[in-house]
């Protein structure tokens, strides 16, 4: 038997996880799944459950000069229409699971699931994220892609859990999400693809690309997003063949029940010509 306890503060759950490790709970859209020894069966959790939905403390957003701060307890539904959120995140949510499991399902969920196939996760790392998690004695803040180490990996402690997720202020030109899965939404993706570019008299003064569902972690090459930056939009254009074909060596997906690597190769490159052909001089 493991213990159940459910918090009501942040504070009274940084205490408990100070005194020994427990599995965090939030909406449990992923644990409940994950912990299930058979489909349609009860769930089997094998260690002691700190149930955090209920930290008002951690629902929020709010933002300031230069960054948005999203509480990591956030709904994903409730995300998805706030005012404060950028439109790539809210499109990007909108794509995720149901109505019904975003009003349960966390943002800090997604993250800690670091699974591949995180919708959010691509979003995050092409809009810069950070992740800032806290222990009874120290915060820290991460930059997303250093705190994704790989599959369902992530560099947070025992003694810790995420509080809040910070996105630097950026108005783009463009931004693009875009989802192949077995259904609109309410399926997990075969490939995801987040993109963004800005133009600025004619020239290209940001220009990102972020995929999921095809490596470990979301791929984002920002030395190669640099060497696209500062051409004209006709330059970039005119160089798709060759952006793919330097984005291909980095797309490694896997076979798994979802899709095959073959198809996620192909799709992942589709997702990167269409985003190229759909620049425009704005
Ligand atoms: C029907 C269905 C459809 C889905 N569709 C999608 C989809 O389209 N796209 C997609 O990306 N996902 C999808 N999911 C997966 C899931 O809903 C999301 O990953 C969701 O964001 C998880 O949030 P949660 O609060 O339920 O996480 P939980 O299940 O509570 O936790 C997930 C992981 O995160 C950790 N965690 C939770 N909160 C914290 C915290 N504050 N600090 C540190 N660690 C924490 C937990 O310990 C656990 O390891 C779907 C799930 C279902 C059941």
């Known amino acids: 038997m493991v213990d159940q306890i459910i918090v009501k503060s942040l504070e009274e759950a ?12 939030a909406g449990g859209t992923d644990l409940m799944i994950q912990n299930r020894a058979v489909s349609e069966t009860p769930v089997d959790f094998k ?7 209920n930290l008002s403390e951690c629902k929020y957003v709010k933002f300031d000069n230069e960054n948005v701060y999203i509480g990591s307890l956030t ?40 699974s591949p196939a995180g919708d959010s996760l691509v979003t995050l790392y092409l809009l810069d ?8 004695h120290q915060k ?7 705190f994704i180490t790989g599959v369902r990996k992530t560099l947070l402690k025992d003694n810790e859990l995420i509080t809040e997720i910070i996105i630097p202020k950026k108005s783009f030109s463009f931004t693009s999400f875009v989802k192949v899965g077995g259904r609109k939404a309410d399926a997990i ?8 570019y800005t133009v600025e008299n004619g020239i290209v003064t940001d220009f990102r690309i972020a995929l999921g569902a095809i490596y470990q972690t979301v791929l984002r090459r920002k030395e190669l997003e640099k060497e696209y930056t500062g ?14 074909s ?25 997702m990167i010509g269409a985003f190229i052909d759909s620049m425009k001089l704005i």
């Open 75 to 114: 709904s994903l539904e409730t995300l998805s229409h706030h005012e404060f959120v950028p439109q790539l995140l809210k499109d990007t949510i909108h794509e995720m699971a149901s109505p019904g499991i975003r009003n349960v399902a966390t943002i800090a969920g997604n993250i800690g699931n670091a």
């Open 189 to 196: 993706s075969k490939v995801s693809f987040a993109g963004a």
């Open 231 to 244: 051409l004209s939009v006709c330059t970039i254009r005119s160089k798709r063949e060759e952006i793919i």
């Open 140 to 146: 820290r803040i991460i930059p997303i892609e250093n």
């Open 47 to 53: 260690k002691d459950i700190l149930y955090i939905s």
């Open 14 to 25: 940084l205490m408990y996880l100070n005194e020994k490790p427990f599995l965090l709970l």
């Open 246 to 270: 330097r984005y291909t060596p980095f797309i490694q997906p896997i076979d798994d029940q979802r899709s095959n690597k073959k198809y996620r190769l192909q799709v992942a490159k589709n």
């Open 129 to 136: 994220a950070s992740v800032k998690v806290e222990s009874l």
